[in-house]
């Protein structure tokens, strides 16, 4: 796979980038850069994992480098990690092929967290970047990740098959924040409902199996109403006047993100 554009984003990187922020992770088949920042709190909640959009980098400056320094004032360490990316203008096609490698890149994160005695660990993802995310849950049931914050999800129909947003949902087995904008793309807002409604069969299905291992951390999950519902731990929330890029609203965005967490994915257990 080319990786052009990911060279020009190190790059970028290695000289925007505090020193003490910048990792080099590894899969069996490519080193990538990764920007690390710890927990500015006394209260260690958990560590994120950062998925930026379609071209973007791990201090992309819509969403993603917001988020990573204002996850830690809450108590998340975050680790922003580079996904495969094509030069500019590059179509959704170039990026069928690629689930593989973001496979192994989110896999070497989730064990740089762990190695450094993260053990609350949670997804999150922006754009191309959510449906990575939602795919990575859907076909690694074991991942270990115990949260998944999706921003600004978009509904690739004509894209291959894992990234059919919808069918993968239905896979989860873990409480899901599905957060966009009132301005957000035409995609992401049409298809809210067709996401609510994945997360519920996905929900009805978790409920009838008993697979309610992976959400005990959620007080969602404990209660007999949600469990019957279907929407076990999955919430949708809209922010008014938000876009895509969440520029002005980035306080916002944070605020609703944290709390939910701490209801969600606390490393407390809630609810027990």
Request: charged share 20%; glycine share 8%; no cysteine.
């Amino acid at each position: 796979m080319p990786k052009t554009q990911e060279i020009t984003w190190e790059q970028v990187l290695m000289k925007s980038s505090d020193p003490n922020e910048i990792k080099w992770l590894r899969t069996p088949n490519e080193k990538f850069i990764a920007l690390y920042n710890d927990d500015l709190t006394d209260t260690l909640r958990g560590g994120m994992i950062l998925l930026h959009s379609m071209g973007g980098h791990p201090d992309w400056p819509d969403v993603i480098s917001p988020l990573r320094r204002s996850l830690p004032k809450n108590g998340w360490t975050t680790l922003s990690i580079q996904l495969p990316t094509f030069n500019k203008g590059a179509q959704l096609s170039d990026y069928a092929n690629t689930l593989n490698s973001v496979t192994e890149r989110i896999k070497a994160a989730i064990e740089n967290l762990r190695n450094i005695d993260n053990r609350n660990i949670v997804l999150l993802g922006h754009g191309l970047g959510s449906t990575m995310g939602v795919a990575f849950l859907a076909n690694t049931p074991d991942s270990g990740i115990t949260a998944f914050v999706g921003i600004s999800m978009p509904d690739y129909l004509d894209g291959k098959e894992w990234m059919d947003l919808t069918k993968s949902i239905e896979k989860l087995n873990l409480p899901m924040l599905d957060i966009y904008g009132s301005n957000d793309l035409d995609s992401v807002i049409d298809n809210s409902e067709k996401r609510a409604l994945a997360a519920r069969r996905g929900g009805l299905k978790v409920s009838k199996n008993r697979q309610l291992i992976g959400l005990n951390r959620s007080a969602t999950a404990n209660g007999a109403f949600s469990k019957i519902d279907g929407f076990i731990t999955y919430r949708q929330f809209q922010i008014i006047g938000a876009n895509h890029s969440f520029r002005g609203q980035e306080r916002v965005l944070s605020k609703r993100i944290v709390g939910w967490l701490k209801h969600h994915a606390s490393d407390i257990s809630v609810g027990q």
